[in-house]
Each structure stands twice: as C-alpha cells, then as structure tokens.
C-alpha cells in the first residue's frame, strides 16, 4: 500500500521517537482562523485537524457546536474553508474533519478534488461509517486524500480490525464515549481504546475526545502514538486567546508530551 503525505509524515515523526500531537482548529472561527492555523503548526503540531463547520455536528459538544455557530453566522462556508487552506503553509499535513451531508453535496469526486487541489492530505467524516465508505474512500482515495476512520470504546474487536486496515493516516481512537468536550481527568477507556488499536495495526494511533489538559496529553502517550486536542483549544479561541494563545497552549501540550 501507497502511504500518503499525512500517513508518511505521521510514521516518519514516530517512528524517530517523537509522539504524535493533532490540534484542531475549528474553519472559519473570527478572521484571524487562518493565522491560528499557521500559529499552532509552528509551536509543535505534528499535523493540524480543520473543522469544517456543520448546523447539525452530531459528534460535538457545546465547544466546538458553539465554535461552529459562529463561524457560520459570520459567514463561514465549506468552499470558503477549503479555498483558504491553500493559503495556510502550515509546515504540516493538514485533515479536514467534516459530516457526510457536506461531502455528499458536494459530491464525492469534487470533494475529494477540491481538498487535494488545496493542499489537504487527510479527511475524517465521523457520520460515514466504514460499511458505507465505498463512494467516498475510493475517490478520496484516488485524489490523494486520507480517509481517517475512528474506534469507539464499544467497537467489536473483529469491526476494530477491519476499520484499522482500511484507516488511513491515522487511526482515530475516540477517547470516551460521548459528544467532544473537556473532561477534568483521562477516562479509563482512552487507554484500552489505545492498547486494543496498537495490537491490531501498526499505522500510528492517535487518541482524542475528552484529552483537555497537558497532563491528560502526557497520561494517554503512554500508550498511544500521539493525541488529537479539540474543545480545550477551541474553548481557548472563543474566549480570545487568539494565534498567540493557541500557540502558547499547544506549545504545552508539546512540551507534557515530550517530557
């Protein structure tokens, strides 16, 4: 199998020793999104998650549902986000995590083209589960983008295996059960969500939903390959911390899960 840009970039960090880090960033937040964007790439992301904002986000919390109303009432659109990701020169692979509706309007062939065409290596679409794949895998596929696939804490072993082989990028260990959103401690279930993963493939293992904290970060990477942080950035973004304060907190995260 052909490793893409993101897949390559992420084995290559690892398998130096490094441990994985995925901020995301939600599109079309305030307009200075972009140069948060770029901020967090250059304080240590390994690669950087980019939602596309959705009315209806099934899998998020009221962070991230509120981030996205935002960026919509301010006029955020998914060809908008896209075409501005061109622009980003993030130094790192950059995935875009949106729901199927999107992607199904678009069309599959389009979509798949237009994230290419900007420099997008990787997509997580979390309402499109891998028996129903097919349409988008293969013309995402045959553009160069990454279909990420998730494990949720409940996913049958033999269901794991499959969504493993076909996961490409990464393989998104969805930390605790629930909507996204920030957790005062690491859920037990984020670390048998990763050791379960590791024993069934070797493409890197990231684990998010529910990692909040620096120490949260540092506690999973003990088993997983790296850790995708969300609503604790984005919480950070809605209260004003800007390009330097993304920066500033990812800078953390970096330096718990180097220690």
Known sequence: ????????????RRDAGRKLLV???TGGLGRDWLEVVRAVGAA?????????????????????QRASAEALNSGATPSGIIAALARADAGVPLVVMTYYNIVFRAGHRRMARTLAEAGVSGAIVPDLPIDELNGWGDEA?????????LVAPTTPRSRLKAI??????????????????????????ALKVATVCKEET??????????SSPEQAREVIAVADGVVVGSALVHRLLEGAGPEGAAAFVAELRAAIDA
């Open 1 to 12: 199998m052909v490793r893409g840009v993101l897949e390559k970039a992420l084995r290559d």
């Open 23 to 25: 901020p995301y960033v």
């Open 44 to 64: 240590g992301a390994d690669a950087i998650e980019i939602g596309i904002p959705f009315s209806d986000p099934v899998m998020d919390g009221p962070v991230i």
């Open 141 to 149: 596929s045959s553009a160069g983008v990454e279909t990420v696939l």
């Open 164 to 189: 493993c082989a076909r996961s490409r990028g990464f393989v998104y260990g969805v930390g605790v059960m629930g909507v996204t959103g920030e957790r005062a401690s690491l859920s037990a279930t």
């Open 202 to 211: 070797d493409i890197p293992v990231l684990i998010g939903v529910g990692i």
